[in-house]
T-cell receptor, first 117, second 113 residues
Framework: AQSVTQPDIHITVSEGASLELRCNYS??????LFWYVQSPGQGLQLLLK??????LVQGIKGFEAEFKRSQSSFNLRKPSVHWSDAAEYFC???????????????FGKGTKLSVKP | DTGVSQNPRHKITKRGQNVTFRCDPI?????LYWYRQTLGQGPEFLTY????????KSRLLSDRFSAERPKGSFSTLEIQRTEQGDSAMYLC???????????FGQGTRLTVV
């Protein structure tokens, strides 16, 4: 069965520092991979997605992620964190046949990001 | 495009009562999903619809849960005889056939006391 692992429950970085959030997935075929962000009490907003092509994908708010098939990873990065980036970040993989418009998303447990001034 | 709308945003109910939540997806989206998110966890899939047809239900959707999407537009999720373990955020998402991006509502937070 597909699964997503986010090893870090909580990360604290200083404002202006770089950020990397880890995500590992378990999936047999080429996965559909996503990063979502959730602010307190809010729904989820898509940051970026990958399913083919260039393994380095750019998203909104200055985020990027790199797909590494050999490591089954899809880590999220940002070169310089802003205080407004404090939120919870979820990595997700599409269930089988997601590309055929069927199927749901399978989420990791999330990484909470705190930003120190 | 007003986004995915969920009502109510918050619901407090006594154990044993029935509750119903509503989700209005983005108008042209034919796929609609319900997820449940408990504290410290990522969203977990409950069920999804293609138009008015409920195509898949997860094992999390016990007999006390029922979902409908009668005209292929809005959807309702009902929980009967609520239990404290039902306390969670219930998220709705929608997407358009052929598009991989799912758009989420702000959720309904249920507290069972």
């Amino acid at each position: 069965a597909q699964s997503v692992t986010q090893p870090d429950i909580h990360i604290t970085v200083s404002e202006g520092a770089s950020l990397e959030l880890r995500c590992n997935y378990s999936y047999g075929a080429t996965p559909y991979l996503f990063w979502y962000v959730q602010s307190p009490g809010q729904g989820l907003q898509l940051l970026l997605k990958y399913f083919s092509g260039d393994t380095l994908v750019q998203g909104i708010k200055g985020f990027e992620a790199e797909f590494k098939r050999s490591q089954s990873s899809f880590n999220l990065r940002k070169p310089s964190v802003h205080w407004s980036d404090a939120a919870e970040y979820f990595c997700a993989v599409g269930a089988p046949n997601y590309g055929g418009s069927q199927g749901n998303l399978i989420f990791g447990k999330g990484t909470k990001l705190s930003v120190k001034p | 495009d007003t986004g995915v709308s969920q009502n109510p945003r918050h619901k407090i109910t006594k154990r044993g009562q029935n509750v119903t939540f509503r989700c209005d997806p983005i108008s042209e989206h034919n796929r609609l999903y319900w997820y449940r998110q408990t504290l410290g966890q990522g969203p977990e899939f409950l069920t999804y619809f293609q138009n008015e047809a409920q195509l898949e239900k997860s094992r999390l959707l016990s007999d006390r849960f029922s979902a409908e999407r009668p005209k292929g537009s809005f959807s309702t999720l009902e929980i009967q005889r609520t239990e404290q373990g039902d306390s969670a955020m219930y998220l709705c998402a929608s997407r358009y056939q052929g598009n991989t991006e799912a758009f989420f509502g702000q959720g309904t937070r249920l507290t069972v006391v």
